[in-house]
């Protein structure tokens, strides 16, 4: 299987020095660890030793993050120099979902895909959502 990753990049300026900061991102990591996307200026500050309380940090958030080379899903979100993790995420959650739920599914119901059973698949979903808001 592919890694998913995007290369992010932002410069800026602060007290007349400039400042570059370029990283690559494994997004499967992130979404395991976290199960959405964190503040990417915080993974860069993070990486390259600038504490996130910092002015230096504050300065970096108002610079727009560029992204390029994007591998595995990350290429389907980055349109145009524009990154929608928003989408990579929901795409992420709704596979993790699918992947957990159709081991239950086969067993109990001896259901082996499904996408074949749309309205089975959305109640499970649902119900799996309801119990991780609880």
Not at 22 to 28: A, E, H, V
Not at 40 to 55: E, P
Not at 57 to 71: C, G, K, L, R, T
Not at 95 to 103: A, D, N, R, S
Request: aromatic share 8%.
């Amino acid at each position: 299987m592919a890694t998913n990753t995007i290369d992010a990049s932002v410069e800026f300026s602060f007290k007349g020095e400039d400042y570059t900061y370029k990283t690559s991102i494994d997004l499967d990591q992130l979404l395991r660890k976290h199960d959405s996307l964190p503040s990417l200026h915080a993974i860069l500050a993070q990486q390259h030793g600038i504490d996130t309380y910092s002015y230096l940090y504050e300065v970096m958030q108002e610079a727009e993050i560029e992204f390029s080379n994007p591998q595995g899903l990350a290429a389907d979100y980055l349109v145009n120099g524009e990154f929608d993790q928003t989408a990579l995420t929901t795409n992420w959650q709704t596979t993790k979902t699918g992947v957990l739920l159709t081991p239950i599914a086969t067993s109990e119901l001896g259901i082996t895909d499904l996408d074949l059973h749309p309205a089975l698949k959305r109640a499970l979903i649902s119900a799996y959502n309801l119990g991780r808001t609880s």
